[in-house]
């Protein structure tokens, strides 16, 4: 069987920045949706666009801490989002469509890791009702701005994570029993099938669609994260200095989001997982390292993913009853 997960030289890798796969590359005329886009990876990228020539619109749970953050960046604004709250993402939808704009690149940056137990909305489980539910209902509230245009580009920001589990179909919210790490890589592999599944969908109309690695980074996402067990994983030492040197610096960890946002290469491309700014190849099923699990990548997953996430949320931009 053919997979399109095959390495195809980009000429840029793990150590390349976001400004370096953007070197050439003018977005002046472009509007950008980046979730997050005021802390960690979502700063460097939101940077990285602006400097590029893009508009960048930042939605931001925490509107005064992203001003704060994106102050002095030509062409970014700032709206209100909460992907936790599905009423919130409604508002923001029609506050952006209502402009009548079109959007050229949205990336699902925004994200939790293995947070304690926390219930959102009609009782779900967070990380998978934030990491992709709420990107899942955004980007089809969006999805008149991002089709008009026919050649847009829809990056969703997942993890090596994913290769912890697959869907669990039997127990999604985790009901019967929390795992921080196996909820992350839950909702890791979530963002692989959605865009695996958008793209199917999307591309008649030009929209291609993408999920990435960034690799490994310190940033805010590891809040939730004791020092101790970052020490214990080999992270950081006992003065929280860093202490492995496959991590990367942010402004590389952003780079493969905005390769895959704004790549010539992946010219007539769509639905594959990349890693260190080039498509990632197929990975064993049975441990740890890089590529991508089988398990992310099965369009029947990914479609199951699609209507289950559809019923949960109630908004399916591709089917015209809803």
Known sequence: ???????????????????????????????????????????????????????????????????EAVEGIDGVEVDDLDLADLGSVRGFAERFLASGRDIDIVINNAGIMACPETRVG?????????????????????????????????????????????????DVQFEHGYDRWQAYGQAKTANVLF?????????????????????????????HLPKEEMVAAGWIDENGDLADPTFKTPEQGAATQVWAATSPRLAGVGGVYCEDCDIAEPAGDGGPGGGVRGHATDPDQAARLWELSAGLTGVDAFVSTT
């Open 1 to 67: 069987m053919t997979t399109p997960q095959r390495r195809i030289g980009s000429g840029f890798g793990a150590r390349s920045t976001a400004d370096d796969v953007l070197h050439g590359i003018d977005l002046s005329g472009n509007t950008a949706v980046v979730t997050g886009g005021y802390s960690g990876l979502g700063l460097e990228t939101t940077r990285a666009l602006a400097r590029a020539g893009a508009r960048v619109v930042v939605p931001a749970r925490r509107r005064t801490a992203a001003q």
């Open 122 to 170: 009609p009782g779900w489980e967070a990380q998978f009702a934030v990491n992709h539910l709420g990107h899942y209902a955004l980007v089809n509230r969006l999805w008149p701005a991002i089709a008009r245009g026919g050649g847009a580009r829809v990056v969703a920001v997942s993890s090596g994570a994913h290769a912890i589990t697959g869907i669990r179909w039997d």
């Open 195 to 223: 865009a695996a599944r958008l793209d199917a969908l999307g591309r008649g109309v030009g929209v291609r669609a993408f999920s990435v690695h960034p690799g490994s980074i310190l940033t805010p996402l590891q809040r």
